[in-house]
């Protein structure tokens, strides 16, 4: 059992970790997700008091790390798995660190079996692929057999065998008792392995809940339903005879329609008696990748902007120009409205709310005009709405409270479904 | 204690499972002792042409330790490197989180190097010593005249000690490229320099090599000196551990 409470670690002006309370239990796997640089691997590194933290504690089975007896024996971890010296062989490396620990030297020899690198288990780390090196980082995590576990990032790298592998190894290992503490950036692979979710952004808490009720949460079906181009009257028509109906409708990036609270055969049924064709009409399920995106876009620390190529020639034509029609299905400006089903997140961080930017793309129809070079420099995106205030004081916390209470319409994340046209892509 | 066994053996893997070791020792040996007999060579060919005020003050001993200003640089990238490597590596998180206390871990470290130094130190000084000796032929030192023995010990505590400042000063520093760039021009270039002008000359004397080198010397060249060969050995000895006292420091205070 791992267990924060207030948790904060500051860098100088900077907070990697602002107020973190969770608990990890044992017998299950709990994922630890978050963009890069939201303070994963600083909590980590805190959990087995690499670092102190500036404010808060952290302990395991209720004690610091540093004050656990024997503690490589009860707690193994695989923090970096570039972290060994490359001109020592993978054997001589778990073998010092069992020396370290006091585990006899056969231990190795099962560690390595474990992973599966015995062959190589003589050669120099150095001409270790990532993947490889990920299997050794696990294989110096269990070399003390401990009953807490905190893996880093342990699929980076590896090939679709080994992260099958290392998902059945996670589970197993919950499975015989041990707390397990994964983390990852990927939401489909915690999605899988995980029973349970921990998702921070920006170095606080967003979700602390089991990933049945984050998918239940997150996965609201809708349908898209195309009309015609060039013909907006259609569609403003099927709009209001699907809202008549009592479906929500949200326009999409493309011109589609995406309907919620209508079955399919209904808005089959209200297209055809207005009289409206259809090009598309089609069942989709809001991923959980997309909640996930969602849940932390305000929370990404590092965005790309587009390439406004400012500098160089024309492209040739037929490239996709900025402000050209997004291609169908492609997650578009209009973003990831929050739908109706579908709990908002109330952990997210409110960031002050920006005006309602009419989206970029033009209506379809009126094609735009490549704009010459110096209009397209101009154009660049603006800078990325800043969601939180600096960093340097507190933000204001959301509510760290980690259980996952019923969010009644609570932080309606208007703000959230804007989105910044670039980055969609 | 368990721990400090544990520590031990497993630095003693580390350390015997890289080349660095090797190469690092092993040019220290090789450098120190060509280079001694070298220039043992060319002081013996010389000595009829020496002043008598030279030949009064000819240390044979001292002089087949010549070869130890190069070779002390090999056994500096050898300190520096045992620290660093962790750091470089990031394997100084695994190895926390397998030992929380980070005093032993240091202190366990910088012993297990620190004894493989002195074993090859000890070993280069006295291959160093006869190998010199031999080639100054008629003006050679025994190891039986008053001193010597004295100064080839030195001479091998003195390696010794250059790598576990070095340790020391890497642990403060904890990059290999930074701790290097620092103790490299140091020792090679600044000691000597600030040795040579006679306005920096008795600043020159307080610094670890320069002090530290006093009981390698026989016969002694100036009375002018505040402190005899092992007062100098000492005030070396104050240097390290004020470098190791601050790699502590460092280490125990700081996020690793």
């Known amino acids: 059992m791992i267990e924060a409470v207030g948790l904060t670690k500051r860098y100088g002006a900077k907070t990697a970790v602002h107020n973190l309370t969770f608990q990890v239990r044992p017998g299950m796997v709990t994922g630890f997700l978050g963009p890069n640089g939201s303070g994963k691997s600083t909590t980590m590194r805190m959990i087995l008091g690499l670092d102190v933290p500036t404010a808060g504690r952290v302990t395991i089975g209720g004690r610091p790390y540093r004050e656990l007896p024997n503690a490589p024996r009860q707690v193994g971890a695989l923090i970096d798995a570039k972290a060994v010296h490359g001109g020592r062989s993978a054997y001589h490396h778990l073998l010092s660190l069992a020396q370290l620990s006091g585990i ?84 489909s692979e915690m999605a899988l392995t995980a029973d349970h979710l921990i998702v921070i952004g920006r170095g606080q808490l967003l979700a602390d809940m089991s990933v049945e009720d984050f998918i239940a949460a997150n996965s609201a079906g809708f349908a898209r339903v195309r009309t015609p181009d060039g013909e907006p009257e259609g569609r403003e028509k099927l709009t209001s005879a699907l809202v008549e109906a009592g479906g929500q409708v949200l326009p999409e990036p493309d011109g589609a329609l995406r309907v919620t609270g209508l079955a399919l055969p209904r808005i089959s049924d209200l297209a055809h008696a207005a009289d409206i064709r259809l090009w598309e009409l089609s069942p989709h399920q809001a991923s959980l990748e997309e909640a996930y995106m969602r849940m932390t876009q305000a929370a990404v620390d590092y965005r790309s902007t587009q390439d406004a190529r400012a500098g160089f020639q024309q492209p040739a034509p037929g490239y996709a120009m900025p402000g050209a029609p997004v291609p169908p299905g492609w997650g578009g400006p209009g973003g990831y409205p929050v739908l109706p089903g579908e709990q908002p997140n109330p952990y997210a961080q409110q960031p002050p709310a920006p005006p309602q930017q009419a989206p970029r793309q033009p209506a379809p129809g009126q094609q735009a005009q490549p704009p010459a070079p110096q209009d397209r420099a101009a154009a660049a995106p603006p800078p990325p709405p800043v969601a939180a205030p600096p960093s340097g004081e507190a933000p204001p916390a959301p509510a760290a409270a980690p259980a996952p209470a019923a969010p009644e319409g609570a932080a309606a994340p208007a703000d959230l479904t804007k989105r910044d046209s670039e980055d969609a892509r | ?175 290999p490229m930074l701790a290097l760039g620092i103790l490299m021009p140091f020792f090679f270039l600044i000691s000597n320099i600030l040795a040579t002008v006679s306005a920096t000359e008795k600043i020159a004397e307080y610094l670890p090599d320069k002090a530290g080198q006093k009981v390698m010397q026989v016969v002694l060249t100036d009375d002018t000196s505040p402190y005899g060969p092992w007062g100098g050995f000492g005030i070396m000895l104050l240097w390290v551990a004020a470098a190791l006292a601050g790699g502590y420091a460092v280490l125990k205070k700081r996020d690793a």
């Open chain 1, 104 to 187: 006899p030297a056969r231990r190795v020899d099962e560690v390595l079996g474990v992973v599966g690198l015995q062959d190589v288990a003589k050669r120099r780390s150095k001409g270790f692929s990532l993947g490889m090196g990920q299997r050794l980082g696990i294989a110096a995590a269990l070399l003390g057999d401990p009953q807490v576990l905190l893996f880093d990032e342990p699929v980076n790298g590896l090939d679709p065998e080994g992260i099958l592998w290392v998902r059945n190894l996670m589970k197993r290992l919950a499975a015989e008792g041990r707390t397990v503490f994964v983390s990852s950036h990927l939401m």
């Open chain 2, 1 to 175: 204690m368990a721990v400090v066994t544990q520590v031990l053996g497993s630095e003693w893997t580390k350390i015997k499972s890289v080349r660095s070791t090797v190469w690092t020792l092993g040019v220290a040996l090789v450098v120190t002792v060509a280079l001694g007999v070298l220039i043992s060579a060319l002081v013996n060919n010389e000595y009829d042409r020496m002043s008598v005020r030279d030949r009064l003050v000819f240390d044979p001993t001292y002089v087949s330790f010549t070869g130890m200003g190069l070779g002390q640089l090999a056994l500096i990238v050898f300190g520096v490197l045992v620290v660093t490597n962790e750091y470089s590596t990031g394997m100084i998180r695994t190895s926390l989180a397998a030992v929380p206390q980070r005093g032993i871990f240091l202190f366990c470290k910088i012993a297990i190097a620190g004894a493989l130094a002195l074993a090859v130190g000890m070993v280069t000084s006295f291959l160093t010593f006869f190998a010199g000796q031999a080639v100054l032929d008629g003006h050679r030192a025994s190891i039986g005249d008053p001193g010597v023995a004295r100064a080839v010990v030195g001479g091998g505590l003195y390696m010794t000690l250059i790598a576990v400042f070095s340790m020391g000063v890497a642990a403060m520093l904890r990059g």
